[in-house]
């Protein structure tokens, strides 16, 4: 069971028996809005910044073969753009600069496409590893994302798990503090794409703030290169 945050009271109240269907309507209406308004500025987000990418002329595109899928990736997107075109793949690095940076900005995302087979989402690593390492003390940060420091063994030395504790497929990032002063700390998050392929990100952890975003956004780059089928969600 996932570690909760402090529960907050809350009033009881207890409406008149007329006025519950009233109550539902407003209820089913204020979060067909909500989300409505969330959809909306996720796809603005991502329409400028997939029209940007997808430019004419700013890159040539390579196609590499990953789980049987058929990737068709701009050029400038890789690590090592010098590979051979058309080639299988074990994995794939990628670098892309994305609206997720604290301020709105842009920042850079390192992204390793490979076999889901080889890793475990971050998902469920949260259950089945970091709940029993996290220590007692909660730390403050992005809001809607509950901090907790791992003890240090079993290498998880100055190391804090991020995630989503209301959410039944939580967003998690494990970030750990960076080796030089001054620099921030770094982040991975890993997620099982549909089609057996996975995806582990590594950011800054100011990064953390655009959570919400995450995955909309990554989502939409991973489908532009054929990483994700369209229409497909995960």
């Given at each position: 069971?996932r570690?909760?945050?402090?529960?907050?009271?809350v009033?009881?109240h207890?409406d008149e028996p007329?006025?519950?269907?009233f109550?539902?309507v407003s209820?089913?209406?204020?979060i067909s809005?909500a989300?409505l308004?969330l959809?909306?500025?996720?796809?603005?987000?991502?329409a400028h910044?997939?029209d940007r990418l997808?430019?004419?002329g700013?890159?040539?595109?390579?196609?590499?073969t990953?789980?049987d899928?058929?990737?068709?990736?701009p050029?400038?997107?890789l690590v090592d753009?010098?590979?051979t075109?058309?080639t299988?793949?074990?994995r794939?690095?990628?670098?892309i600069?994305?609206?997720?940076?604290?301020?709105g900005?842009?920042?850079?995302?390192?992204?390793?496409?490979?076999?889901?087979?080889?890793?475990?989402s971050?998902?469920?690593?949260?259950?089945?590893?970091?709940?029993?390492q996290?220590?007692?003390?909660?730390?403050?940060?992005p809001?809607?994302?509950?901090?907790?420091?791992?003890y240090?063994?079993e290498?998880?030395?100055?190391?804090?798990v991020w995630y989503?504790?209301?959410?039944?497929e939580?967003?998690?990032?494990?970030?750990?503090?960076a080796?030089v002063?001054?620099?921030?700390?770094?982040?991975?998050?890993?997620v099982?794409?549909p089609?057996?392929i996975a995806?582990v990100?590594?950011?800054?952890?100011g990064?953390l703030?655009s959570?919400?975003?995450?995955d909309?956004?990554?989502?939409?780059m991973?489908?532009?290169?054929?990483a994700i089928d369209t229409?497909a969600?995960h």
């Amino acid at each position: 069971m996932r570690a909760m945050p402090p529960a907050t009271a809350v009033s009881e109240h207890r409406d008149e028996p007329h006025s519950v269907g009233f109550t539902l309507v407003s209820i089913a209406l204020g979060i067909s809005m909500a989300g409505l308004a969330l959809a909306y500025s996720v796809t603005a987000i991502g329409a400028h910044w997939l029209d940007r990418l997808g430019a004419p002329g700013t890159s040539a595109t390579v196609s590499r073969t990953l789980v049987d899928r058929q990737l068709h990736i701009p050029s400038d997107w890789l690590v090592d753009p010098a590979a051979t075109s058309g080639t299988f793949a074990s994995r794939i690095e990628l670098r892309i600069l994305a609206p997720l940076a604290r301020n709105g900005g842009e920042t850079p995302i390192d992204i390793t496409l490979q076999p889901l087979s080889q890793v475990r989402s971050s998902a469920s690593l949260l259950d089945g590893v970091y709940l029993h390492q996290f220590m007692p003390n909660e730390l403050s940060g992005p809001p809607g994302l509950v901090g907790k420091p791992l003890y240090s063994t079993e290498g998880y030395e100055n190391e804090t798990v991020w995630y989503d504790a209301l959410s039944p497929e939580p967003f998690v990032a494990k970030c750990a503090t960076a080796p030089v002063e001054g620099k921030p700390s770094q982040c991975l998050r890993t997620v099982a794409l549909p089609g057996g392929i996975a995806a582990v990100y590594a950011f800054d952890a100011g990064v953390l703030y655009s959570w919400r975003d995450f995955d909309s956004v990554m989502d939409e780059m991973l489908r532009q290169i054929g990483a994700i089928d369209t229409g497909a969600a995960h």
